[in-house]
């Protein structure tokens, strides 16, 4: 266990739907991050959050939406996704974002099915 | 993009023998760090060496760090079933905060029993 859990683990939708993925991490960290990662390609950065603000949103489309109510909390809402948007989706944390290229701290995943 | 490249994509050894996969990247680090994924799973942090250090040791992994060929190489001496993962190396390329990972693709490691 790595101090960072996701819910659900698994996740089917249709493309109508809307639905939350959530992350919580029990480490005191202060900087949060979505990942996204498909099949054979790299692991791709959505968003980072340091001190509950955002810092990155790496050109994701705008219907993933995340939230940051707190330092230990992290929320991606997802809405009218694409088939292709089914992947394994990661939280990760680390402590302090001011060092720079931290260690991070990953949740086991949400597995999305998009259909 | 800055990008750390894995290689071999795919390593397929038996058990007790040794395991080297190798990284390159394109631009000055702060650090490198290797991660390793067991399938379906969240990435699990191994090992971090700094822009200034050569090689680290942390029971069976070592990894070096060749800054003047950009690259970093990962051993797992004596591997074991239980080592089948994927491993990635990721970079981080600034010196200040807000600065993020950047993972490569990964090597794909089966250690046969």
């Known amino acids: 266990e790595t101090g960072v859990t996701q819910t659900p683990r698994h996740l089917v939708m249709g493309m109508t739907n809307k639905k939350s993925l959530k992350c919580e991490q029990h480490l005191g960290h202060n900087a949060m991050y979505w990942y996204k990662q498909s099949a054979k390609k790299p692991l791709e950065l959505m968003f980072v959050y340091n001190f509950k603000e955002q810092t990155e949103n790496n050109s994701v489309p705008s219907r993933f939406s995340p939230e940051c109510p707190n330092s230990s909390h992290l929320f991606l809402h997802l809405h009218t996704l694409q088939p292709e948007d089914s992947a394994l989706y990661l939280c990760?944390?680390?402590?302090?974002?001011?060092?720079?290229?931290?260690?991070?701290?990953f949740g086991p995943g949400t597995r999305l099915l998009v259909l | 993009s800055q990008q750390g490249e894995e290689d071999p994509q795919a390593l397929s050894i038996q058990e007790g023998e040794n395991a080297t996969m190798n990284c390159s990247y394109k631009t000055s680090i702060n650090n490198l760090q290797w991660y390793r994924q067991n399938s379906g799973r969240g990435l699990v942090h191994l090992i971090l060496i700094r822009s200034n250090e050569r090689e680290k040791h942390s029971g069976r992994l070592r990894v070096t760090l060749d800054t003047s060929k950009k690259s970093s190489s990962l051993l797992i001496t004596a591997s074991r079933a239980a080592d089948t993962a994927s491993y990635f190396c990721?970079?981080?390329?600034?010196?200040?905060?807000?600065?993020?990972?950047?993972f490569g693709k990964g090597t794909r490691l089966s250690v046969i029993a």
């Open positions: 990721a970079t981080a390329i600034g010196m200040s905060g807000n600065t993020p990972l950047v």
């Open positions: 990760a944390s680390s402590q302090d974002p001011r060092g720079g290229g931290e260690t991070q701290y």
